[in-house]
Every structure is written in structure tokens, then in C-alpha cells.
């Protein structure tokens, strides 16, 4: 199979000789799913599709999640759907990790590769086959959308990151930019799925602790990452979640860059009552 630039395959099983203490924690708020941890018998089978595994990395859930979804896909040579959403109200972004596959979005053909990104409005018609003889695997990020009055939503559109230049963060001289898919400024967009590179030894010099959830799964290198009260190892193929104003910084590891996708919703007011529960009269 031909290496991925972005992150070593999952699967497998350890040995029933490996140690089984490794760097996994879940606690109110944030989790760290590393990779040895997605192995075969972690899988979902999900309906519609064919020939096909996903990783679900995170979901709504109390305690959990509270905004997205999160699955890293694999989809076998001939495998894939016709039918691949089963919500209307939901909108999604895949970004492709390995192999090559077919999108059909909105009637037209899109051939994938590593680091081709598509966002997928809600009700959008779309279907994914993975016609080569390798498998594909790609991040498939869902969220239910939020209407927002004058706004209508946005377009459907696909795109690869070499396409897109980084945008360096202020006083970085670059070390520290973010790919940006979609325009800050475009309030269609209720969600981010960016792509943040830190260089060797490049910092988030602050404890950033602000309204946006997150989910990050690190695409090439490592790190130290700050997660509330605790500093974790963190390496490609690992996921963290992080809850709404969980602290968080970083220090890049090197030799080589630190990079990873990065889900955050944005762009509309604060819900004033619980999910679930009923406004108070």
C-alpha cells in the first residue's frame, strides 16, 4: 500500500506480549485517543456502506462531544455508497489521508487524493466508491447545520491543500500558520476544519481557553500539548478532544513539523439553554 503523507495506518492488534499501559485518558474535559489504541476490534460498520470501517473518534454525548461527529473512514478496494448521510440537516467535510477516491458531488466527478478536501452542505447529494486497488481512508467531520436569518447556505465545493497557502499566525514569521478551507469572514459557515502547522520548536504560547470545541487529530509529527491542567506526548495518527474553554498550548516537537486537523464550530450566538432541555418560560 502506498505510505500516507499524513499519519500512519490504523489496525492491526498488538501482540499479547505488548504492555498494555499506554497514553490514553478521558476526563471532563478533554480525551486523547492515541493511535495504537484504533485497532481492528474498535471498528464500526456503518449502513449504507460498503466495504467499508470507520473509527468513530467522537460523537455527541453527555460528558463528551456536544457539536460534531468524527470518523476516520476506511474503504475497501470495490467498497463505498450511494447513500452515504442518512441526516438531512447534516453538513460534513472529508479530508483525505490515503488512497484515491471517487466523490460524486452534485453531479459532478471529483478523483481524491491525500490532502483533497470536500465540504458537503446539508442536503447535499453525494456518494464516495474507492475504485482502486488500495484502501482509502479520509476524515468524515458531521455536524448539524445552524440557519442563521439573511445567511443562506454556503456551497458545496472541493478542494486540496496544496491549493490553498497558510495563513501565519501574527509576529510567527510563519512557524505557526493554519490552512484555512474556508474564509473566517464567510458567516455561511457554522464550522472550521482547518490544518494547523507548527515548525520544530515553534510554540501556542498561551493557554488558550475560549468557546470553541475542538477536535484534533494530528496528521504528521509530535508534540507536548497542553490540556487543562496536564501536559500529554502527542504523535501522528492521535486524536484529542478538547471541551468548550478547556485551557490549552503547545510546544512542537520536531525533527519535523507538527500539523493536525483541526474542527472548531464558530459563527453563531451561544444556544441559551442546554441541548435537550426546555427554555425556561
Not at 489496525?11 to 504492555?19: A, E, F, I, N
Not at 490515503?98 to 453525494?126: I, K, N, Q, V
Not at 509529527?221 to 490540556?227: C, I, N, S, T
Amino acid at each position: 500500500m502506498t505510505a500516507s503523507p499524513y499519519h500512519p495506518a490504523c489496525g492491526g492488534l498488538p501482540g499479547q506480549t505488548s504492555l498494555m499501559t499506554g497514553r490514553a485518558v478521558f476526563t471532563e474535559a478533554y480525551a486523547v485517543i492515541p493511535r495504537a489504541v484504533m485497532s481492528d476490534i474498535v471498528t464500526s460498520l456503518l449502513p449504507g456502506w460498503a466495504g467499508t470501517r470507520a473509527w468513530i473518534l467522537a460523537r455527541p454525548l453527555s460528558g463528551f462531544a456536544e457539536t460534531f461527529a468524527q470518523s476516520l473512514m476506511e474503504v475497501a478496494p470495490g467498497g463505498g455508497s450511494d447513500d452515504p448521510e442518512p441526516d438531512p440537516a447534516a453538513e460534513g467535510v472529508l479530508f483525505v489521508v490515503g488512497g484515491t477516491p471517487d466523490l460524486t458531488l452534485e453531479g459532478r466527478s471529483h478523483a481524491l487524493r491525500p490532502g483533497s478536501y470536500a465540504y458537503l452542505p446539508p442536503g447535499a447529494a453525494w456518494s464516495l466508491h474507492n475504485r482502486a486497488g488500495e484502501p482509502a481512508r479520509f476524515h468524515w467531520v458531521r455536524k448539524a447545520y445552524e440557519p442563521a436569518p439573511g445567511l443562506p447556505v454556503p456551497d458545496a465545493f472541493v478542494t486540496h491543500e496544496a491549493s490553498i497557502a497558510p495563513t501565519a499566525m501574527p509576529g510567527t514569521d510563519g512557524a505557526w500558520a493554519t490552512t484555512r478551507f474556508v474564509s473566517p469572514e464567510d458567516l455561511r459557515h457554522d464550522m472550521h476544519v482547518n490544518i494547523v502547522t507548527l515548525r520544530p520548536g515553534a510554540t501556542i504560547p498561551f493557554e488558550e481557553t475560549h468557546v470553541m470545541e475542538h477536535g484534533l487529530f494530528v496528521l504528521e509529527g509530535k508534540a507536548v500539548y497542553r490540556l487543562n491542567r496536564d501536559w500529554v506526548e502527542v504523535e501522528a495518527g492521535d486524536f484529542m478532544w478538547l471541551r468548550a474553554f478547556c485551557p490549552q498550548a503547545c510546544y512542537a516537537g520536531g525533527p519535523g513539523s507538527f500539523r493536525y486537523l483541526l474542527y472548531k464550530d464558530v459563527n453563531r450566538y451561544p444556544a441559551l439553554t442546554l441541548r435537550g432541555s426546555a427554555r425556561p418560560r
